[in-house]
């Protein structure tokens, strides 16, 4: 067993089904994504088959499956953001990295998530990619966030 999946486990008592959607925040928190092997893992300590386990986790939004790529662009898409445009700026974010949420590009530099409030609703909308808010975005703004990272390492 994977020495970090097994000190998350072990937080919770062993076979208590109960605590699955936790024990998967607590890993996701850790590791950054669900992987196959920790999924297994929390499957073995429940008592749970991995299809099931699978099945429920992506039921829901937060949870990855591939690992986070190097730049991790996170859209709030809590109330005030919607209503103050997080909808085209979605939109726009999908259409440029040419990615779904929870999925990570072939070369590994960007992936997508979508969150609840991130606390700056006075901001919105709010995207963070790795530590860096943007706030106040438009969909115009997203080429040039997305560039501003690629032309980052270039210098
Ligand atoms: S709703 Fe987006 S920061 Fe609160």
Redesign the pocket.
Known sequence: MDGKTNDILRKYPKGARDSLIPILQDIQDQEGYLSEQSIVEVGRYLNLPSGKIYGLATFYNQFRFEPPGQYHVCM???????VTG?GDVRKELEKKMRLKPGETTRDGKFSLEYT??????H????IRVNDRYHTRVAPGDVKGILNSFIEGEEE
């Open positions: 709030c898409q809590g109330t005030s953001c919607h997080a609840a409030c991130m606390g700056a609703c901001l919105s909308p709010l």
